[in-house]
């Protein structure tokens, strides 16, 4: 079982729709949360971090985050065509006394017109 | 924006030949990062380093060597490249020793190898 899993897609939405990606993780022990936006071709680039159970807002973006539940979501709302990219979930899990950042396969998303 | 080069972006080479690529930043981050990605698949961390004279291997297994003399400095070498080393190296840093799990990761814009 991988560490942090994400479905690879793609994810079709509408434009202007709701874009719902999730993400899971194994280690109980895992502590801070990203969500990184890569387009094709390019680095990833950080749309959120979140640290404690809840929701995290910033403009078009809500980050949730259920510890008890290992799950991570990113909601994307009023989507845009320049949204579509991949969406990679990290999470930091412990491992010797310290924290290895880890990242999912990455979902596809892509808003059409 | 992050302040974090990688040199060369693109480098097309012959087998056997040995290779370094290059990676600083300005940040004052101690920690540093190696990711290998190939095109449409997933970011796999090759190397790490938590602070000078400090380096560890990731997840995925690799024949590369890094080190780390320097703060912000943290190149990765290949001393005999071959064809299956062909990919994506990705350099990341982010924040400072002590500052705890909560680190956000600033990413270099990669150096793209192909090995003939």
């Known amino acids: 079982q991988k560490e942090v899993e994400q479905n690879s897609g793609p994810l079709s939405v509408p434009e202007g729709a709701i874009a719902s990606l999730n993400c899971t993780y194994s280690?109980?022990?895992?502590?801070?949360f990203f969500w990184y936006r890569q387009y094709s071709g390019k680095s990833p680039e950080l749309i959120m971090s979140?640290?404690?159970?809840g929701d995290k807002e910033d403009g078009r973006f809500t980050a949730q985050l259920n510890k008890a539940s290992q799950y991570v979501s990113l909601l994307i709302r009023d989507s845009q065509p320049s949204d579509s990219a991949t969406y990679l979930c990290?999470?930091?899990?412990?491992?010797?006394?310290?924290?290895?950042?880890?990242f999912g396969r990455g979902t596809s998303l892509i808003v059409h017109p | 924006e992050a302040d974090i080069y990688q040199t060369p972006r693109y480098l097309v080479i012959g087998t056997g030949k040995k290779i370094t690529l290059e990676c600083s930043q300005t940040?004052?981050?101690?920690?540093m990062y190696w990711y290998q990605q190939d095109p449409g698949m997933e970011l796999h961390l090759i190397h790490y380093?938590?602070?000078?004279?400090?380096?560890e291997k990731g997840d995925l297994s690799s024949e590369s060597t890094v080190s780390r003399i320097r703060t912000e400095h943290f190149p990765l070498t290949l001393e005999s490249a071959r064809p299956s080393h062909t990919s994506q190296y990705l350099c990341?840093?982010?924040?400072?020793?002590?500052?705890?799990?909560?680190?956000?990761?600033?990413f270099g814009a990669g150096t793209r190898l192909s090995v003939l």
């Open positions: 990341a840093s982010s924040g400072r020793r002590g500052t705890g799990a909560s680190n956000i990761q600033y």
């Open positions: 380093s938590y602070g000078v004279n400090s380096t």
């Open positions: 940040m004052g981050h101690d920690k």
């Open positions: 979140i640290y404690s159970n």
């Open positions: 990290a999470v930091n899990v412990p491992s010797g006394g310290s924290y290895i950042p880890t």
């Open positions: 280690d109980r022990g895992s502590q801070s």
